[in-house]
């Protein structure tokens, strides 16, 4: 390195935070940026759906009636009123509007969470492999990342989270169902875990978008069986809303209380006009989210049943809209895969645990999922 280098690289250190000057660039987005036109993408972490109508006319609807400021910091009151029965019904959680808040993204209310429980070098339990923001925002904060394992059915192994636990634990981040894996919680492991944050007095965070996307086996909330519990989830994935921005987070008062103050400073409020949207989408008709399920699980079927034809090992996935198959070197796997046309994520962006898989989405079209599969057969 020439002397003007090292002199660059010196201003460059010290001008940026330690923490976000060493944070990776999302593995995702690389993938992306190097997938050749016409590809197959199979990396897509979104429902290929559009917003129903009736939520995009409540949209268009509070732009005319002039719903264009901000509003109160944690949600217009008709909204956490329709999100407090949407907990009630759908989750058997008893919160009130003042233990909740609408946040830009189910993104936002994990920030708001972990920045309100976290100091510098405090630990975090998170599922390795997990969805990528976890441990990112974990590492912004300055706290420390320590992986849970999971089983062979990728759902958390509770005695990985009993030995990791001491008394720089603050939090363990649940994700059922889970992004990359798939994988479904049971109610007996939901409840163990519950009891542990409970006892040994942490927080879980438990991110749900997936929740109605199950194909297999129930949804249930850690909020039902311990108070020391933030959920968090989105219109995102649900009504196929992710670029509306409207996430919400449910807990105690004494958390919505220390989230609110972050939310003040970092957001003011969610976006007025995609709350009201958020509105129509939670209490106009649900249709849209069970057809979204079915093709979801017609093209899950589509998808393992070729990958069992390939002789491709594969966990069936549970819920979401991914799957997990095992690869060797799962990073070239995906080099030699984007190079034929298909685009797959490593499963080493969720954690070091991935490194023996890809996730592979089915949020594309059947033809799409063939296409994949054709080219899976003559790489792999
Ligand atoms: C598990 C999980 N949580 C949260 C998010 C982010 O949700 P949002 O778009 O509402 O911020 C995603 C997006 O892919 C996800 O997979």
Known sequence: MSNLEKKEMEIFNSRFSNSVRDLEASGIRKIFEAAGPGSVNMGIGQPDFDTPEHIKKA?????????????????YLELRNALSNKFKTENEIDVGVDEIIVTSGASEAIFLALSSLINPGDEVLIPNPGFVSYSSTVKILNGKVIGVSLNEDMTIDVDSVLEQINPKTKALIMNSPGNPTGAVESEENIKALAEIATDMDITIISDEVYEHFIYEGVHKSPAKF???????????????????????????????????????????????????????????????????????????????????????????????????????????????????????????????????????????????????????????
């Open 59 to 75: 949209a268009i609807k509070a732009i005319n009636d002039g719903f264009t400021g901000y509003t109160p910091g944690p949600g």
């Open 226 to 380: 311990s108070e020391n519990v933030i959920t968090v989830n989105a219109c995102s994935k649900t009504y196929a809303m992710t670029g509306w921005r409207i996430g919400y987070a449910a807990a105690d008062v004494k958390y919505i209380e220390q989230m609110g103050k972050v939310h003040q400073y970092v957001q003011a409020c969610a976006n007025s006009i995609a709350q009201k949207a958020a509105y129509a989408a939670l209490t106009g008709p649900q249709d849209s989210v069970k057809i979204m399920r079915d093709e979801f699980l017609k093209r899950r079927d589509i998808l393992i049943s070729g990958l069992k034809e390939l002789q491709i090992e594969c966990n069936v996935p549970k819920g979401a809209f991914y799957a997990f198959p095992k690869v060797e070197n799962c990073e070239a796997t995906v080099q030699k895969l984007l190079k034929a046309g298909l685009i797959t994520t490593p499963g080493t962006a969720f954690g070091t645990n991935g490194k023996d898989h890809i996730r592979l989405s089915y949020a594309c079209s059947i033809d799409d999922i063939e296409k994949g599969l054709e080219i899976m057969e003559k790489v792999l």
